[in-house]
């Protein structure tokens, strides 16, 4: 039987009545829980001034799971690099790479992750956000993470030396992120491992990573293309408490999309009166109901099933789970119950 390899993609929620301070203590001992349960990798996302998310900075996140840790991967899901001079970037990885050794994946994803308004200030000291720019950014990083690092021409003609950390003796591993097919033959055409953002969009994916195989061209680290598949996730001891749990992401995530205000994470028991109160065929409760025929939410037996068909259909050998379990009112700021039963859980399903 496939028993596919198990990463985390954390978005640090952030629940009603939760401070910051609380939600990054929960996920930080999340991803010593993931450590000590043998999954592959753990990946920070990026997102701005989203009341819900605590995931704005992956480097410094990245840090303090590598501190907590002892042989997960840790790494960033993604770094948004329209936001990001490519040196600082590549300065912040290879230090990270020095900190842990082995240990590091660079994601990088073309989207801004947040609104024009914070865009705009995330981009005004550079010219940094010029899209069109981004393969040669991609390269430059690659180029300054390495331990020769990067040989510039000067106008004058001299030649300078730049590297991101003085005497490095290993480079953390680059991957491209995306929802299109943009990325995808991007990652194809520079060797480089590529990861289909499933769990925000799912439209397309089939096409996208054949795109992706079908096109790629080897490289000396990369000599095959090398994928995972990402997917929302609650798992719980019951079908119904799994459900439960789901349903505060699946009503932000139907906020986003039909563009109503967001907040804070609602507790389970908010989010189910603020559903009963809503028409059961509205556009939330047709939203939610689309996406979680997408999402992979039971007890620890049906999703095992789920991971393990999506490891089969798209032939990879990784799932990445964003654990997306809500926390019922009475349950500690400090911890996060639901999402800690859905790693524990399908653990344990998957083993046996």
């Known amino acids: 039987m496939n028993t596919p390899r198990l990463s985390v993609l954390d978005l640090v929620p952030v629940r009603s009545g939760q401070t910051s301070a609380q939600a990054l203590a929960a996920s930080l001992d999340l991803v010593a829980l993931a450590d000590r349960l043998g999954f592959e990798r753990y990946w920070f996302a990026e997102h701005h001034n989203m009341a819900a998310v605590a995931a704005s900075s992956p480097p410094v996140m990245i840090a303090a799971a590598a501190a907590r840790t002892s042989r997960i991967r840790v790494g960033s899901g993604g770094v948004m690099l329209p936001n ?4 600082v970037v590549a300065e912040q990885f290879a230090a990270l790479e020095a900190m842990a050794p082995g240990r590091i994946d660079l994601g990088i994803g073309r989207a801004p992750g947040s609104d024009p308004v914070v865009t705009s200030l995330l981009r005004a000291t550079g010219p940094t956000a010029d899209v069109d720019r981004f393969p040669q950014h991609v390269t430059d990083i690659l180029s300054l993470m390495r331990p020769d690092g990067a040989r510039l021409r000067l106008v004058s003609g001299d030649v300078y030396d730049v590297r991101a950390t003085p005497a490095a003796d290993g480079t953390p591993t680059l991957w491209l992120l995306g929802s299109s097919d943009y990325s995808a033959r991007l990652a194809a055409e520079l060797g480089l491992p590529y990861v289909f953002a499933n769990h925000f969009s799912g439209q397309g994916m089939d096409q996208i990573l054949a795109l ?5 061209r080897p490289s000396e680290d990369h000599p095959e293309p090398r994928t995972f598949v990402t997917a929302n996730a609650v798992v719980a001891p019951t079908s119904d408490e799994a459900h439960d749990r789901a349903l505060p992401q699946l009503r ?16 389970v028991e908010e989010a189910l009166a603020a559903g009963a109160a809503e028409p059961a065929d509205g556009v939330m409760a047709q939203s939610i109901e689309a996406m979680r025929t997408r999402w992979l939410i039971g007890d620890g037996d ?13 032939g990879v050998e990784e ?13 500690p700021l400090t911890a996060t119950p639901g999402r800690t039963q859905t790693l524990e859980l399908l653990a344990k399903a998957l083993a046996g």
């Open 302 to 314: 049906q999703v095992a099933a789920q991971v393990r068909d999506l490891s089969e259909r798209y």
């Open 319 to 331: 799932v990445m789970l964003v654990p997306v379990a809500g926390s019922r009112a009475g349950e």
């Open 84 to 87: 990001h001079a490519p040196l």
């Open 252 to 267: 932000q995530m139907a906020r986003l999309r039909s563009g109503r205000p967001l907040g804070p994470l609602e507790t």
């Open 212 to 216: 992706y195989r079908d096109g790629y």
